[in-house]
């Protein structure tokens, strides 16, 4: 794991904690579902089971043990799993602010930062779920550059018609997002159930 970078005037970290907060009550079905795997789905179903349970345990502890936004005099450097991302820091036109549902409109909202640079595209962000309000006070103290507070939004997708290049494609389109996730665990729970039938 990289360490800081030399002169470092910021450096901030994801809080497990906080996803584990925020996220306890979504994962319960997918806890459920791979539980049901591991002791009712066979021996199919256990290994897919004892799958999905060790990269999750390992690549989700390893994220939150690497990810880092670091900010020095001359650059803001973005550390994800696998890659380090450094832009001049003179590159960083402005901060974007808001606060978007978890899930559908009317559910909690939590506090997101995006860093763009000077055409509009994100360097960097912080989401609610994984970052503390004081570390996103103090990432935009620390860059001094303009911040646009929008407040509440109903949407992803309403961000994204302000700010085209701040939000990813799947977090715009939630539906896609979703097909994503539900067309595996359908084939899954498919080809389980042939499994049993045969």
């Known amino acids: 794991m990289p360490g800081p970078l030399p002169g470092a005037a910021l450096v901030l970290r994801p809080s497990l904690r906080r996803y584990l907060s925020t996220v306890k009550w979504s994962l319960l079905p997918i806890v459920v579902l791979l539980a049901a795997l591991l002791f009712r789905g066979g021996g199919f179903g256990a290994v897919v089971s004892l799958i999905v349970i060790a990269l999750a345990s390992s690549i989700g502890p390893a994220w939150f043990r690497r990810a880092a936004i670091t900010v ?18 003179d590159a960083v036109g402005s901060i974007v602010t808001a606060a978007l549902p978890r899930t559908h409109k009317n559910s909690r909202s939590l506090a997101h930062l995006y860093v763009l640079d000077r055409g509009g595209r994100r360097i960097a962000r912080m989401k609610g779920s994984r970052w503390v309000e004081d570390d996103m006070r103090r990432l935009i103290a620390t860059l001094g550059v303009e911040t646009h507070k929008l407040g509440r939004l109903a949407s992803p997708r309403a961000l994204a018609r302000r700010y085209p290049y701040a939000v990813p494609v799947l977090e715009r389109y939630p539906v896609l997002a979703g097909a994503l996730v539900v067309v595996p665990s359908v084939a899954a729970i498919f080809a389980i159930s042939l499994e049993f039938s045969s």
Not at 72 to 89: F, I, K
């Open 72 to 89: 020095t005099p001359s650059e803001l450097a973005v550390t994800g799993l696998v890659r380090t991302r450094r832009v001049p820091r």
